[in-house]
């Protein structure tokens, strides 16, 4: 695995610890999280993205919470949370602008071999799965019976579905 970037820039984004509970059973994976969200270090931190008020809707976590009790309620329903990617140089919070010379991926051999309860992991967004695919997969050991799902973003950018679509379409791979 490619060591961690050395700080060379002021553009390196260094993602978060997973959120993971006692027994996840569910791992929703995006790619890096944004600048709102490395700012306030919370995941899904953007005032308009929608991952807080999907999980609302599926698992009735209640929106209004702290994100520690946020979080909590969601590691409480089995569910975990992540990103592929451990660090990277990324100016601003798009997925695009990552270079991806850069890419730095985190320990998922590592995650599966300690909570072997993850059947499903599903991606947040088409950016979180072509990283799982090209970085992950070919170089780390991941379980042959592992599911995996590619959800359309919750970021505000992905903005061709309606919070509505965007629920539904999580609902159906999350509670199915």
């Known amino acids: 695995m490619k060591e961690i970037l050395s700080d060379q820039s002021e553009h390196i984004a260094r993602g978060f610890s997973p959120i993971l509970g006692q027994r996840p059973r569910v791992l929703i994976l995006g790619s890096m999280p944004g600048q709102a969200s490395l700012e306030a270090n919370q995941y899904y931190a953007h005032p308009r993205n929608?991952?807080?008020?999907?999980?609302?809707?599926?698992?009735?976590?209640?929106?209004q919470q702290s994100y520690e009790n946020r979080v909590w309620q969601l590691t409480e329903k089995g569910v975990a949370v992540w990103d592929v990617?451990?660090?990277?140089?990324?100016?601003?919070?798009?997925?695009?602008?990552?270079?991806?010379?850069?890419?730095?991926?985190?320990?998922?051999?590592?995650?599966?071999?300690?909570?072997p309860e993850i059947r499903l992991v599903a991606f947040n967004g088409q950016a979180a799965a072509r990283y799982w695919h090209k970085y992950v997969m070919p170089?780390?050991?991941?379980?042959?019976?592992?599911?995996?799902?590619?959800?359309?973003?919750?970021?505000?950018?992905?903005?061709?579905?309606?919070?509505?679509q965007k629920q539904q379409r999580w609902r159906e791979v999350l509670l199915s």
Request: charged letters at 15%.
């Open 139 to 164: 170089e780390q050991a991941v379980p042959s019976a592992l599911r995996t799902a590619v959800l359309p973003s919750s970021s505000p950018a992905h903005a061709s579905l309606n919070l509505i």
């Open 50 to 63: 929608a991952f807080w008020p999907i999980m609302a809707a599926l698992f009735a976590i209640e929106g």
């Open 85 to 115: 990617l451990k660090a990277c140089i990324r100016p601003g919070s798009l997925d695009s602008a990552i270079a991806e010379s850069t890419i730095v991926v985190n320990d998922f051999s590592r995650l599966f071999r300690d909570f």
